[in-house]
């Protein structure tokens, strides 16, 4: 029987493990007990039986999703530390416009955000390594996903920049690269600047396209879920994926040219620079990862100079 005081304990503890071995993102440790103390009152008012299991990611992330049962339904609640409305509401946009994601049923930002979903069926979740061809097919139906989602008009309301997000990651990813002895030029922030800068086609994106961010229903469809909600360029979301999933600058290549015919409206340029900047972060993020695992050697650092020399490329 799943025990939730026992699985709150444990997530806290986790949490705080990653913040010290890493020295970084020590907010989240703050956010991972405000989630504690809330899920109990969460639930109630909801008129929420008590979970029956915990579908939280082992990452030691400072939120949770939790599985319950009500009429012979399944939901997922997801709980956070902090405000960070843009997901629920962007996943309600979305979905009422016809783009594959994960509908919230309810959702609200007291006194942290939640939201409240159906559970999905799903064959498995795109954490898996693809094959070239199966790498393929999955670029293209994410491409087509978020033509339509970057097609639609941004609705009315407050709605968080991604550079304001994505500073600290982008901060704490080059600081653990030259931690590391890594040697990150400076035009890495002109870089940034110019990615994260604000255009007139700035749209909705999710701000963190990756596989484990997709489920796999058993349908053979995806369905997005994760989403930021942050007004940004197109590309970023396009340059996460393709970085994320390829293991070489000539399968980088090849996606970069796949995305661009399925969503033809992304400037060629703008995507390029996206993919070298989230190249870079990607290889701090690696260096953060070692230092939460406590790592001292392995391919690890053959993966960061492979991404820093295929950011370096991506510049050019």
Request: hydrophobic share 40%; proline share 4%; glycine share 6%.
């Amino acid at each position: 029987m799943f025990n939730l005081d026992q699985f709150l304990l444990a997530q806290v503890r986790s949490v705080d493990r990653r913040v010290q071995n890493a020295n970084a993102f020590h907010q989240h440790s703050v956010e991972i007990r405000h989630v504690a103390r809330s899920v109990a009152k969460l639930q109630e008012s909801l008129g929420l039986n008590p979970p029956v299991a915990s579908l939280t990611p082992p990452t030691a992330k400072p939120h949770v999703l939790l599985r319950y049962v009500k009429n012979d339904e399944h939901f997922i609640l997801k709980v956070y530390g902090r405000r960070h409305s843009g997901e629920a509401r962007v996943q309600a946009w979305w979905h009422s416009n016809g783009v594959p994601c994960a509908e919230p049923i309810e959702f609200g930002d007291e006194p942290y955000s939640w939201m409240l979903m159906r559970f999905a069926q799903a064959e498995s979740t795109g954490n898996a390594s693809m094959d070239e061809v199966s790498l393929l097919s999955a670029t293209r139906e994410m491409a087509a996903i978020a033509s339509a989602a970057h097609y639609l008009a941004v609705p009315t309301g407050e709605w968080g920049r991604y550079s304001e997000h994505a500073a600290t990651e982008f901060s704490a990813s080059i600081s653990a690269l030259r931690c590391g002895g890594f040697n990150v030029d400076s035009s890495v922030f002109d870089l940034a600047a110019m990615v994260y800068a604000p255009t007139p086609q700035d749209t909705l994106i999710h701000g963190d396209l990756c596989p484990a961010n997709c489920l796999k229903l058993t349908s053979g469809a995806y369905s997005w879920i994760d989403a930021g909600g942050y007004l940004g360029e197109a590309s970023i979301d396009a340059a996460r994926w393709i970085v994320r999933t390829t293991p070489s600058l000539e399968a980088t290549e090849t996606l970069v040219s796949e995305w661009i015919v399925s969503e033809p409206s992304l400037d060629y340029g703008s995507l390029r620079r996206a993919v070298a900047l989230e190249s870079y972060i990607e290889a701090g993020v690696g260096q953060i990862v070692k230092s939460e695992q406590r790592l001292t050697s392995g391919n690890i650092d053959i993966e960061t100079v492979r991404l820093l020399e295929q950011a370096k490329y991506f510049t050019e």
